[in-house]
């Protein structure tokens, strides 16, 4: 199994990034798969979450309406694109997937398979 996260850099704030995580071994069309990510000296949070569907998403309060997560079934990927990039964004993004369950999770403790991680830094 393996989850190859991309995309991430260097930004300035106000500005946009969009990752993606490309994802083999399993069959992705029955995960919901996440973005969550951690910044130094700080635990891992939530950032957003996509039904193996793709018709319905939850994003945390933090980043709702500047970020946007979408999948690919077809190409296997999912995305985060992020809008509006604040300081406090900087951090390494990971990306997760979780075998389908009636209600998608925002516990990392959940999640099935993770990324290495990309690390995206937001400069003010």
């Known amino acids: 199994v393996q989850l190859q996260a991309s995309g991430g850099g260097l930004a300035q704030a106000g500005g946009f990034l969009r990752l993606s995580c490309a994802v083999s071994g399993i069959p992705f069309n029955i995960y919901d798969m996440a973005w969550f990510r951690q910044a130094p000296g700080k635990e891992r949070e939530f950032v957003a979450v996509i039904k193996w569907s793709g018709d319905s998403t939850y994003h945390a309060a933090s980043v709702k309406g500047r970020f946007a997560i979408s999948r690919d079934n077809a190409r296997k990927t999912v995305s985060l694109q992020m809008n509006d990039l604040k300081p406090e964004d900087t951090a390494n993004y990971f990306c997760?997937?979780?075998?389908?369950?009636?209600?998608?999770?925002?516990?990392?403790?959940?999640?099935?398979?993770w990324g290495e991680g990309t690390l995206v830094t937001v400069s003010s």
């Open positions: 997760a997937a979780h075998f389908q369950s009636r209600t998608m999770s925002m516990s990392f403790d959940d999640y099935d398979y």
